[in-house]
């Protein structure tokens, strides 16, 4: 705001902070305001960038700030209202001061985080302290940035230290030389990680040709013990069909019917022939007592 208001014109940046300027005469040495019939081209341009001054605050702030300061007489009436509401009175400022001063003392740079964002950071601090009124020299701030890196720049710390004057160093030079070096700790840190890639690879292609080699060895033995299997299935079913064979070769014939598996004794063409001769007998028996007691009729 402060920036704009210069740049409109430096008189309106002098007319808010000091208060307006009312043209006046002195007459026996006593000031007074001037009237208005005597007022000059200089005096109609001193009450014109008063009201100038007034408007341009009018139209930076928004509806609920300009209900708060519509009621103010002059520019650096309404620029103190809005400077006591958004940085407070002098012991709300120091209050906020002891914060940032702490936040500066214990700043530190993360060891994920890349030099920009760090000092992205650290000048936001930087800046909120010195829109307070409290600022730090060049010379601190070199020191400071290097304090705060982690222990992995600490070579780099240590180069900076004995090559540069830390008390003529800019900062931004600074800035230059420290993030000049993380990109070529980086470039070392891919260098590394495409070795490490490249071994594993090796590694497990090692791995992968070896894993092939058991499984074909495993495969070869599973296939040889497979073959086994099957002769000796062959065989045991030869051995089976043989023993079938000679089974069915030592198998008994029967005599009576010239069938095999059974001996004449066992022959059911024998047993039959027994019960019919049985029965026949029985016949013959019953037949022969008829005719004895038909011949002893008188």
Same mark, same amino acid.
């Given at each position: 705001m402060t920036i704009f208001l210069q740049s409109l014109d430096y008189q309106l940046w002098h007319i808010i902070v000091n208060g307006p300027r009312m043209p006046t005469r002195t007459i026996e040495g006593v000031v007074s305001p001037k009237p208005v019939n005597e007022y000059n081209d200089n005096d109609f341009r001193m009450l014109q960038l008063n009201s100038k001054a007034k408007h341009v605050? !009018?139209?930076?702030?928004?509806?609920?700030? $300009?209900n708060r300061i519509s009621s103010c007489d002059s520019? /650096? +009436?309404?620029?103190?209202?809005?400077?006591?509401?958004?940085?407070?009175?002098?012991?709300?400022?120091?209050? /906020?001061? #002891?914060?940032?001063?702490?936040?500066?003392e214990l700043f530190m740079m993360h060891n994920d985080e890349c030099i920009s964002y760090m000092f992205t950071r650290f000048t936001t601090i930087i800046n909120s302290l010195k829109n307070l009124g409290k600022s730090y020299?060049?010379? +601190?701030?070199?020191? /400071? &940035? %290097?304090?705060?890196?982690p222990k992995i720049w600490t070579p780099k710390v &240590? =180069?900076?230290? *004995?090559?540069?004057? %830390?008390?003529?160093?800019?900062? +931004?030079?600074?800035?230059? #030389?420290?993030?000049?070096? *993380?990109?070529?700790?980086?470039?070392?840190?891919?260098?590394?990680?495409?070795?490490?890639?490249?071994?594993? $690879?090796? =590694?497990? @292609?090692?791995?992968?040709?070896?894993?092939?080699?058991?499984?074909?060895?495993?495969?070869?033995?599973?296939?040889?013990? $497979?073959?086994?299997?099957? @002769?000796?299935?062959? =065989? $045991? /079913?030869?051995? !089976?069909?043989?023993?079938?064979?000679?089974?069915?070769?030592?198998?008994?014939?029967c005599y009576e019917c010239n069938k095999p598996g059974h001996f004449k004794n066992e022959c059911p063409n024998l047993k039959n022939k027994k019960q019919f001769k049985k029965k026949n007998e029985y016949f013959k028996k019953k037949k022969a007592m008829v005719a004895t007691w038909s011949d002893s009729d008188p």
């Open positions: 605050l !009018f139209c930076a702030v928004g509806p609920n700030e $300009f520019a /650096k +009436e309404m620029w103190d209202l809005l400077e006591v509401t958004y940085e407070g009175t002098n012991q709300v400022k120091e209050s /906020k001061i #002891s914060m940032l001063v702490q936040e500066y020299p060049n010379q +601190e701030l070199v020191k /400071k &940035i %290097l304090r705060c890196l &240590i =180069a900076i230290k *004995e090559a540069k004057d %830390l008390s003529t160093l800019p900062l +931004e030079q600074l800035l230059g #030389s420290l993030m000049t070096h *993380e990109t070529t700790m980086k470039n070392h840190e891919n260098v590394e990680v495409k070795k490490k890639k490249s071994i594993a $690879f090796k =590694a497990s @292609k090692e791995d992968s040709e070896s894993d092939e080699d058991g499984n074909v060895v495993l495969i070869t033995s599973q296939f040889k013990r $497979f073959l086994k299997n099957q @002769k000796g299935k062959k =065989a $045991f /079913k030869k051995e !089976f069909l043989q023993d079938e064979e000679s089974s069915k070769r030592e198998e008994p014939t």
